[in-house]
């Protein structure tokens, strides 16, 4: 069978660098041959968290900059990626990558969600064709934008028999419903690691929480927890899809301020673990009880504090990092988005109604060929 090469990019609300995976393609399978995460240039990993978090004055130049800089970033990491695999650009049919986000607002009107890194560079710089700007088409078509993942997750996790659930936890936490035989749902179920990161980073000045070890030596504040699921995002009716702009350490601090007593910052980081688990466990209960195994991918399936919170979120389930479902966890959000491109190429869909919201499926991004100096 014919084989296609893709290379998948991924950067999260996590901020913390890229994901690059290069992919090969035979009909209905897919195989991982390489993968790097390259952690964004500290300057630049300032320079974002300023424009994201609207810190300081917020000029065009630096939007303008960025969009560029973190596309000759990924020229960079795609580089690094081929070297390593020694594969030649010419054999690549397709780069998906999914930009930075710097801004996800579905519900403003209009509604947008803007990404950087810009894929024409990118697609210069490496030479290869690429797919960028996953999300417009189906925000245009009154979707969400997200999550984008799910209809990989059923390409590449489906089972003929069973249901089963893949939660993908990144900056922000997003469930996948697999059944077999019915339309796929999903949507953000609210914050993964983005507010376990900054606290960490606030009061322990590491950029995360490894392992979920600051997180289990502090105590579940109840108090705390009970204002934090409180918060009116939880409770709304999918289709949803949130981020960094609703789930930040103003938020939590706003929070924080209303206790009777303060919190020790090791048991304010042990009771935001138990939020995310808690509220993943409340969601999958909600819409999926019939699941018996639940796959976890992303970052936080790495912290193992917090995929025991969650197997207790889960009575009775398996729950189980991807890796046992053939695709090794934090590689799962890049070989989507090459998978993606594969999808943007052959003219297929790449968002599901039933997920994002929107009013029909769409073919997901934007194609953008390399421009070569005239002859
Ligand atoms: N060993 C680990 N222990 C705890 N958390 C981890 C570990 N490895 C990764 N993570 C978490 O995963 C995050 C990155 O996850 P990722 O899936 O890349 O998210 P995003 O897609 O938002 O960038 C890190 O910021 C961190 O919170
Ligand atoms: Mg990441």
């Known amino acids: 069978m014919e084989t296609?090469?893709?290379?998948?990019?991924?950067?999260?609300?996590?901020?913390?660098?890229?994901?690059?995976?290069l992919v090969e393609f035979a009909g209905q399978k897919s195989k991982l041959l390489h993968q790097l995460t390259d952690d964004y240039p500290e300057q630049l990993r300032h320079r974002l968290q300023d424009?994201?978090?609207?810190r300081g004055h917020i000029r065009l130049e630096d939007i303008g900059s960025l969009h560029e800089q973190i596309a000759i970033t990924y020229a960079t990491v795609v580089g690094k990626v081929l070297a390593a695999a020694q594969v030649g650009t010419d054999r690549i049919t397709a780069i998906?990558?999914?930009?930075?986000?710097?801004?996800?607002?579905?519900?403003?009107?209009?509604?947008?969600?803007?990404?950087l890194g810009n894929p024409s560079t990118l697609a210069t710089l490496t030479g290869i064709v690429t797919v960028g700007d996953f999300r417009s088409a189906d925000i245009a078509l009154g979707g969400q934008g997200a999550p984008l993942v799910p209809a990989f997750h059923e390409w590449m996790f489906a089972s003929p028999t069973a249901a089963r659930v893949v939660i993908n936890i990144g900056g922000i936490a997003n469930?996948?419903?697999?059944?077999?035989?019915?339309?796929?749902?999903?949507?953000d179920v609210g914050p993964g690691n983005t507010l376990m990161d900054g606290w960490a980073s606030r009061n322990r000045g590491m950029p995360y929480d490894d392992n979920g070890t600051w997180a289990a030596s502090g105590k579940v504040n109840a108090e705390l927890?009970?204002?934090?699921?409180?918060?009116p995002y939880f409770g709304r009716m999918p289709p949803k899809s949130t981020g960094?702009?609703?789930?930040?350490?103003?938020?939590?601090?706003?929070?924080?301020?209303?206790l009777?007593?303060?919190?020790?910052?090791?048991?304010?980081?042990?009771?935001?673990?138990?939020?995310t688990a808690i509220e993943l466990g409340r969601a999958?209960?909600?819409v999926a009880p019939e699941a018996t195994t639940v796959g976890v991918c992303g970052g936080g399936a790495l912290n193992q504090h917090l995929m025991s919170r969650l197997q207790q979120a889960l009575p009775g389930r398996i729950v189980e990092s991807t890796n046992a479902w053939g695709l090794a966890p934090e590689w799962v959000e890049a070989t989507a988005f090459a998978w993606l491109a594969r999808q943007r190429l052959l003219g297929q869909p790449g968002a599901i109604p039933s997920v994002t919201g929107a009013s029909r499926a769409a073919v997901l991004g934007g194609v953008y060929v390399p421009v070569s100096d005239p002859i």
């Not at 998906?96 to 990404?115: A, I, R």
């Not at 960094?244 to 209303?258: C, M, P, S, T, V």
């Open 4 to 21: 296609e090469l893709y290379i998948g990019l991924m950067s999260g609300t996590s901020l913390d660098g890229s994901d690059c995976v």
């Open 51 to 54: 424009l994201i978090d609207a």
């Open 96 to 115: 998906g990558s999914h930009g930075q986000t710097v801004c996800h607002s579905p519900d403003s009107t209009p509604p947008f969600s803007l990404q």
């Open 175 to 187: 469930i996948t419903v697999l059944r077999p035989g019915q339309a796929v749902t999903g949507f």
């Open 225 to 231: 927890l009970a204002l934090l699921r409180a918060d």
């Open 244 to 258: 960094r702009e609703h789930f930040h350490l103003d938020w939590l601090d706003g929070l924080i301020a209303q």
């Open 260 to 275: 009777d007593r303060a919190a020790e910052p090791e048991d304010v980081q042990a009771t935001l673990a138990e939020l």
């Open 284 to 286: 999958i209960e909600s």
